[in-house]
C-alpha cells in the first residue's frame, strides 16, 4: 500500500469524529457570536467604551473562526451546521441569559473561551489521529489567538 494509500484510509478512519468536532466549533462560534453581539449592544458602566470595541472585536473573530472552520468541513467532505436549532444542540457554549454586568460579562466570555479552546483541543486530536495537518495547523492558530484573548481579558478582570 502507498503512503498516499495510508493517509487516506487514515483520514477515512478518522473522518467522523473530525468533522463532528469541526461542527462543535461552527455551533459554538455561532452562539459565541450571538451572545458577543448582545454583550456589545447591552454593556453599560465606565467601561463601556472598551468593552463595547472588544466584544466587536471579539465577534468578528468568531465570524472569521466559524467560516474558516465551515470552509475546512466542507473541503473535507463534510456538512457544517447550518441552523440555529443545530448550533444551540451542539455548542458548547450556552446562549447569554439575561442582563449582566460588564465584568459578568467579561468573566461569561472568557468561560466561553476556554470552553472553546477544549473543543478545539479536542479537534486537535482528532485531526491528528486523521493526519490531517491543514486542519490540525488551523485549530493550533485558534488556540493560539484565544489563549491571548483569555489572558488580556482576565488582565482586564485584575486576575
Do not use: C
Request: hydrophobic share 45%.
Amino acid at each position: 500500500m502507498s503512503t498516499i494509500q495510508t493517509r487516506n484510509n487514515t483520514f477515512a478512519n478518522h473522518a467522523t469524529e473530525l468533522q463532528e468536532v469541526l461542527n462543535r466549533q461552527i455551533a459554538g462560534w455561532s452562539v459565541l457570536y450571538t451572545k458577543l453581539h448582545q454583550f456589545h449592544w447591552y454593556v453599560k458602566g465606565p467601561h463601556f467604551f472598551t468593552l463595547h470595541a472588544k466584544f466587536e472585536e471579539l465577534y468578528n473573530l468568531a465570524t472569521a473562526n466559524m467560516d474558516e472552520a465551515a470552509e475546512r468541513l466542507l473541503a473535507i467532505g463534510g456538512r457544517p451546521v447550518a441552523t440555529m436549532a443545530e448550533q444551540l444542540r451542539l455548542s458548547p457554549v450556552e446562549e447569554a441569559q439575561g442582563q449582566l454586568s460588564a465584568e459578568k460579562m467579561v468573566e461569561t466570555v472568557v468561560a466561553d473561551l476556554q470552553a472553546m479552546v477544549g473543543v478545539i483541543n479536542q479537534g486537535i486530536q482528532a485531526a491528528g489521529e486523521a493526519e490531517d495537518n491543514a486542519t490540525e495547523d488551523m485549530l493550533i492558530g485558534f488556540t493560539a489567538v484565544l489563549d491571548k484573548e483569555v489572558w488580556m481579558l482576565n488582565a482586564f478582570l485584575g486576575k
